[in-house]
């Protein structure tokens, strides 16, 4: 699987290929560091709001994290994931993927694991394996209170296989590790999430065409904006939370003003 991010400061880009993360200087375009992460494929990496720490996960079911500047290894933890995300204070790392929708919760510090987020087991008469959702998608509000996950319903998936909740969209409140709200939103999976600055919309992509801001609150839809032809895979907010970014299976990347 291979990716892209860039550390806040805009001063590294972060890419894997296959086994291997690389660290490029953006400003040279030089190759600063290759570091040998995970055998037989990294799924995921995330760079801490702090810039000091970069944390990936991948086929050999670790999650690792290295110090950004050296490339050295700080910590692995034991543990399957498909997807990472850590708190605004970089003091907490959160994980999603596993069977069941649970998301686990990690001092960053200490390697401890603190929490587990479990969503109810839907009740299914005529399908007693049925389950959550697992996580694909994770994002936290800027006020480290609220974590959303993004997952696929059963509109995605087809014969045995079709054993999830049919709610691709769960909210959590991270001070009581209560669920919000949980529920479906169209489009079948949802592949990428991206929070308002202020905290107070979200707006999710996958397989639909339309970029929707929702209140983080209800969940419910508040601007839907048409243009793409395809699925939407990457979303961003600007700092100052005026512009939206959007990138489609379109093959177009589009700017969306939200304010003036």
């Keep these: 699987m291979e990716w892209r991010l860039f550390t806040r400061d805009g001063a590294t880009l972060v890419s894997s290929d296959t086994e291997t993360i690389k660290l490029w200087n953006t400003k040279t375009g030089q190759l600063v560091r290759t570091i040998a992460a995970h055998k037989n494929g990294v799924f995921a990496a995330i760079v801490t709001p702090n810039g000091q720490?970069?944390?990936?996960t991948g086929a050999d079911n670790t999650i690792k994290l290295w110090n950004i500047k050296t490339g050295k290894l700080q910590r692995s933890l034991k543990s399957e994931a498909r997807v990472l995300a850590v708190s605004p204070d970089a003091k907490m790392l959160f994980r999603g993927g596993e069977n069941g929708g649970k998301i686990r919760m990690w001092n960053l510090a200490t390697g401890k694991q603190l929490r587990t987020l479990t969503p109810p087991r839907p009740k299914d008469a005529f399908n007693p394996e049925q389950q959550a959702s697992g996580a694909i998608s994770l994002a936290i509000s800027p006020d480290g209170q609220t974590l959303i996950s993004g997952g696929y319903d059963d509109s995605f998936q087809s014969g045995p296989l079709q054993q999830t909740d049919g709610k691709n969209l769960k909210a959590w409140n991270l001070?009581?590790?209560?669920?919000?709200?949980?529920?479906?939103?169209?489009?079948?999976?949802v592949d990428t999430l991206a929070?308002?600055?202020?905290?107070?919309?979200?707006?999710?992509?996958?397989?639909?065409?339309?970029?929707?801001?929702?209140?983080?609150?209800?969940?419910?839809?508040?601007?839907t904006q048409k243009g793409h032809a395809?699925?939407?895979?990457?979303?961003?907010?600007?700092?100052?939370?005026?512009?939206?970014?959007?990138?489609?299976?379109d093959k177009s990347v589009k700017l969306w003003q939200l304010a003036p």
């Design 53 to 56: 720490t970069l944390v990936s």
């Design 175 to 189: 001070k009581t590790g209560k669920l919000i709200y949980n529920v479906s939103i169209g489009g079948a999976g």
């Design 195 to 223: 929070i308002s600055p202020d905290g107070k919309l979200f707006v999710a992509g996958g397989l639909g065409s339309e970029v929707v801001l929702r209140d983080i609150k209800t969940s419910k839809a508040i601007i």
């Design 230 to 249: 395809g699925g939407i895979y990457g979303l961003a907010f600007s700092r100052d939370g005026k512009t939206l970014v959007s990138g489609s299976g």
